[in-house]
């Protein structure tokens, strides 16, 4: 089995910055997109970053500018560097990993458990 674990959430005032790890784990050939994703209370969960393997990332628009998307492939590990946070990204975050395997074919999708982020006015 695969485990996604994620650290580094918390409680902050508008204005400051958090900074989010995922670990991978487990059975683990390789991991082709490594995701984050959040979900504010009432609505549906959205992409917030992507990096693949090569380095490049994805960043929804209204995050750009303030986010950052890091990865290191031999760790199996991501980092999600958030500035200048607003109300509107407090939200439980999830790490995601599209992962292939030993003795597997074929990538599958596997989450983290969430990690709340919360932004105060």
């Known amino acids: 089995q695969v485990q996604l674990v994620e650290s580094g959430g918390g409680l902050v005032q508008a204005g400051g910055s958090l900074r989010l790890a995922c670990q991978a784990s487990g059975n683990i050939f390789s991991i082709r997109d490594m995701n984050w994703y959040r979900q504010r209370p009432g609505e549906e969960r959205e992409l917030v970053a992507s990096?693949?393997?090569?380095?490049?990332?994805n960043y929804a628009d209204s995050v750009k500018g303030r986010f950052a998307i890091s990865r290191d492939n031999p760790k199996y590990s991501i980092t999600l560097q958030m500035n200048n946070l607003g109300a509107e990204d407090t939200a439980v975050y999830y790490c995601?990993?599209?992962?292939?395997?030993?003795?597997?074919?074929?990538?599958?999708?596997?989450w983290g458990q969430g990690t709340q982020v919360t932004v105060s006015v």
């Open positions: 995601y990993a599209a992962v292939l395997r030993f003795n597997s074919d074929y990538y599958k999708d596997f």
């Open positions: 990096i693949t393997r090569e380095g490049v990332s």
